[in-house]
């Protein structure tokens, strides 16, 4: 890391622990101040992590909803950044795993009627193709959504939002070997993904 | 394709999205914000500590030294007497302190330290010295052995589960991730807690006992505690949000 990213940690964790205190202490500009300055990235985490533009929205108000439930948690003086987005992947998961068991439940149901297809994908490859101006960077997101999840949340954090190892071993609940690990074998299978599209590219044009 | 240029073209990916206004429900939440009592470690680590020391200090006042203390050599007393100390002090701090600068213990290292106590305080059941004469060695039969061994876990029970509570309630809404591994670190430092106060009471001896009864209950402990803690932080979870 470079003496001038090492800076803007430093800047980053101080703005946010007086953000945090003054919320703490009952400033209600402060919470404003804080949506303001980290909910685009948490949003911008969230589509990554669970791919579609909607469910990120619901799940941001969550995740600000659950940090103000859970403010009496702050440590004074500490960083705020890497425990909201631990709040914000524990929120994405919980919300997968509730919906999957609502899946399961509503397939197990024979009186069920069967689920219609709504014809809005609103996947993160999507958007980003009919937004992005660069081509790699449509196919990067392209090829992240289409990872397993626990690589695309490694590589999210440390590649996309440049957390360190530890932050984001710490923000997954897993051991900083484990982390290297599913981002080699992200790497592994984004080169498969981002090899084979551009070969196919390289044909069309 | 080297990783050098996924790299490039991963950082190309843009990290924000702009965030649409906060919802009805949470600008009603955080309209007038009370002002709160922020979370202290320390208090917390004198807490879940004054929980787990509570039973020992009792049994302290209440029985015996063991009978063969003076006949044990102090060369072999002192250093275990400090490991079994480590082993309640390092997990239990790792479990509860966070880093300078960080909101959330490091669970890792608090599951590392625990599996560390749970190996090495069991090993030290190995290492074991007796006074001959002077110490008592359990019956070789089975129900001899399982008796004391019963004595010994349950006495730590009454130190680990203390240390549960206590632990479960200070950090309901802290574990987010690694509730297992925050819970097996507080269970095994209540099981290390339990096996220095009876390396100054217990009057059995013999590797097996220490082993499975002494080492067993820090073992015991940091099972209890993965176990505990993910089904509280799932209950915590469950709990509708208040608006």
Known sequence: MSPGEDDEDMETARRGAALMGRYCDGDAGAFHELYEWLAPRILGYLTGLCTDNATAEDLLQLTFLKLHQARSVYVRGANPVPWIYTIAHRTCLDELRKRQRAKVRLARDPEALPEIPAHVTGTAEAAMTSDAPDAAIAMAMGALASLPHNQRNALLLTKVHGRTLAEAAAITGTTVGAVKLRIHRGYTTLRKALGGRR????SHE | MSNGSLSRDLALVPTERPAPRPSAALLASVEQPKPVRTRVPLRTLLLVGGAALAYPVYAFSQFPLRADLDALPGWWLAPVALMWLAG???PLMLALLPARGHVLPNEGRAGRAALAAAILLTAIGLVTIDAPGRTTLPASSWAGFSHWWWHCISFGLHIVIPALLAGTIALARVMLVGAARLGAAIGAAGGALSGL??????????????TTAHGGAVVLGA????????LVRWLVGAVPFRR
């Open chain 2, 197 to 210: 106060t009876l390396h100054g009471l217990c009057p059995i001896g013999g590797a097996l006992h220490v």
């Open chain 2, 223 to 230: 099972l209890l505690g993965a176990l505990v803690f993910p």
């Open chain 1, 199 to 202: 070969e196919i590219e390289t």
């Open chain 2, 88 to 90: 309640f002090v390092l």
